[in-house]
């Protein structure tokens, strides 16, 4: 049996896609292994949406080439592959064997096997208008929180996003394969299910559109949080909004990505909402929902972002007050519509002195509403049963999305606990030892 190893970088649809690689392999009597020495072949399922993202995969398909003694077939999955095929598999010093868009993994057993029996490079990148991969069941490595990708791709084309073009169009499983899927996961033990996709509030399979789906998701028994990203504040409707108040099964959690706060640039992004219009659609949430965590994206210095775009950026930022931002400086990606047509024109100390400026104002926003929570008792799903930074402490979430470092106690990884927050840093909370809950 030949063993594989999969490295994975990028966003949590490449994680989910990592495991449904690892089901069609094994279906396929390839053995997985979390050694690369020990490999047969090794896949690097790739991420394209930052420019450091890809020279770490040059370096690391060096490494692994030139490290090796025994022979190693070498592919590269993901959006590289489709963003980069040529590149890649022209580059004779890298020698990669194969390449497999996100939307080929079926044929990657047939791939390798046309390596090693023709000893010429194999690719597929077609990207397709109808595979969604419900017909695999992923490999799922984490036992507590199920990722499920309801649908894939992305029609939004914002100008800075390489996604539309290594993901291709917009299409979603049916709702039925859908809660069948939940409902097995029940089964085995899951009790929190994360529904994912590029822009997953804009699904719609036939009449079913995001929130009747949210609805039986949450019809199902023994579901007891529903999370669910990256949205688009476009796709908002008020009925969802009204759907996740009333349901006590979904949790009161919100990514919404702003990326820009003045209204030209969000143009230029092709983001389709205003400065005011993103304003008013998070009033209207937190009407609904007053105790909602409110996550986001940001971009700083996008071309043509003037100092006094950027401080619109801000205004929203210190108007809005989110619970945890990821804030990037802007990164030119080939193929984007940016790329073609904007020139990245804010100059690189000017980004740095954005992103400091930015990340400085949000830290503070972060330590004052984490530490407005101390002294109060919130319901915690366990995930680790110990800390990156001490085994006798675990590590869990709320139903707003934040960590909660707390003691041992008479409870594990998928368990719920009731743990009184006593301190807290921009990060995280601090509990006290937990006490077991039904829920
Ligand atoms: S919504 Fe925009 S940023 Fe998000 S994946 Fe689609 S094109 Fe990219």
């Not at 396929?28 to 072949?41: L, Q, R």
């Not at 998701?217 to 990203?229: A, E, L, M």
């Amino acid at each position: 049996m030949k063993k594989v190893f999969i490295e994975t970088y990028g966003c949590q649809m490449n994680e989910y896609d990592t495991e449904l690689v690892k089901s069609i392999l094994t279906q396929h009597d390839y053995g997985i292994t979390p050694h690369e020495a020990d490999a047969d072949v090794v896949m690097l399922n790739t991420c394209s949406v930052r420019d450091n993202a890809n020279r770490k995969i040059y370096n690391r398909v060096h490494e692994i080439r030139h490290g090796r003694t025994s022979p190693v077939l070498i592919g590269v999955l993901g959006c590289m592959a489709t963003n980069f095929k040529t590149a890649l598999l022209e580059n004779k010093r890298l020698g990669i064997d194969f390449i497999a868009g996100p939307d080929s993994y079926k044929q990657l057993p047939t791939l390798i096997s046309d390596v090693e029996n023709f000893g010429e490079k194999q690719f597929d990148v077609t990207l397709s208008e109808f595979e969604t991969y419900s017909d695999v069941s992923p490999n799922r490595s984490d036992s507590v929180n199920a990722w499920i990708a309801i649908m894939r791709g992305c029609n939004n084309f914002c100008t800075f996003c390489v996604v539309p073009y290594t993901r291709g169009r917009e299409r979603s499983r049916s709702p039925e394969n859908i809660v069948e899927e939940v409902k097995k996961l029940v089964a085995d033990g899951f009790t929190q299910v994360s529904l994912l996709g590029q822009n997953v509030n804009s699904y719609r399979h036939e009449e079913t559109d995001f929130t009747d789906l949210m609805r039986v998701v949450s019809d199902v028994p023994g579901v007891k949080r529903i999370r669910f990203t990256s949205p688009h504040p476009k796709d908002f409707p008020r009925k969802l909004l009204q759907l996740m108040a009333e349901r006590d099964n979904i949790c009161k959690q919100i990514h919404l990505p702003l990326q820009a706060g003045n209204t030209r640039v969000l143009d230029k992004m092709n983001r389709t909402y205003s400065k005011e219009e993103f304003l008013d659609l998070v009033t209207e949430i937190r009407e609904i929902m007053p105790d909602v965590s409110l996550s986001t994206d940001i971009i700083v210095g996008f071309p043509t972002e003037t100092d006094a775009e950027f401080e619109d950026t801000l205004d929203v930022v210190n108007q809005v007050r989110f619970d945890m931002a990821f804030m990037f400086k802007y990164s030119e990606r080939p193929n984007t519509l940016a790329a073609r047509r904007l020139k990245d024109d804010v100059p690189e100390t000017e980004k740095t002195r954005r992103i400091v400026t930015l990340t400085d104002a949000q830290r503070l926003i972060f330590l004052e509403k984490n530490r407005a929570l101390i002294g109060k008792t919130m319901t915690v799903l366990i995930e680790d049963s110990a800390t990156k930074k001490s085994s006798t402490d675990v590590k869990g979430r709320t139903d707003c999305n934040r960590i909660v470092i707390l003691p041992q106690g008479d409870y594990d990884k998928g368990d719920y606990v009731q743990v009184l927050i006593t301190d807290a840093t921009s990060s995280v909370l601090i509990g006290e030892k937990g006490l077991l809950s039904a829920s």
